[in-house]
């Protein structure tokens, strides 16, 4: 007999997201998921910052017999990242190499140089790694799209932190 999700709350929706088997039953999954997004912005609910980060993560798809369907990345979008990739390692590579790594702002100008430059660059690295992990995910066929996706967010917030300490070191070094 097939569960009635209708019927469920937004609170347990989340609880049988969180419990349900995915590959024993991808068709049920599809539909808690479905459930979610319907009732997710009808209820005024208070929302934990952790149920929010979950309803975010990339949903399984699976085809009409409930086998698993890889993500699939536009060859457009996978030549923008490596070329972006491409592009932020030779950039802070040669920011580091003569010592004076630029970054342009809307409202100015920052030249970095020393140990702010070489924090930068690894903040691009950072960067150049996000945008990789994108493009090797398309190739990866299994199912572990949440786990490209997790790091790909935690390369993003290091390299993010990584770039506001380059940013105001120079302000403590002395």
């Not at 349900?20 to 039953?25: L, S, T």
């Not at 599809?30 to 609910?45: D, S, T």
């Not at 932020?88 to 809307?106: A, E, N, Q, R, S």
């Not at 150049?128 to 493009?135: E, Q």
Request: glycine fraction near 6%; charge should be negative; charged fraction near 25%.
């Amino acid at each position: 007999m097939e569960p009635n999700y209708d019927a469920y709350t937004l609170d347990e929706l989340h609880d049988v997201y969180h419990n349900i088997d995915r590959d024993k039953y991808p068709e049920r999954f599809k539909k808690i998921c479905e459930q979610i997004k319907v009732k997710q912005p009808l209820e005024n609910k208070e929302v934990s910052e952790t149920q929010v980060d979950k309803s975010d993560l990339p949903v399984r798809e699976v085809d009409s017999n409930g086998n698993y369907v890889p993500n699939s990345i536009s060859p457009t979008d996978r030549l923008w990242n490596i070329l972006l990739a491409i592009g932020f390692t030779v950039y802070g590579g040669y920011g580091v190499y003569k010592d004076d790594l630029y970054i342009p702002f809307k409202s100015g100008e920052i030249h970095l140089s020393g140990e702010s430059a070489w924090i930068m660059y690894a903040a691009l690295i950072c960067g150049c790694i996000y945008f990789l992990t994108i493009v090797v995910d398309h190739y990866d066929k299994r199912d572990n799209e949440i786990k490209y996706y997790m790091f790909g967010k935690n390369i993003k917030y290091v390299g993010l932190g990584l770039a506001i300490i380059a940013i105001f070191y120079p302000i403590f070094q002395s």
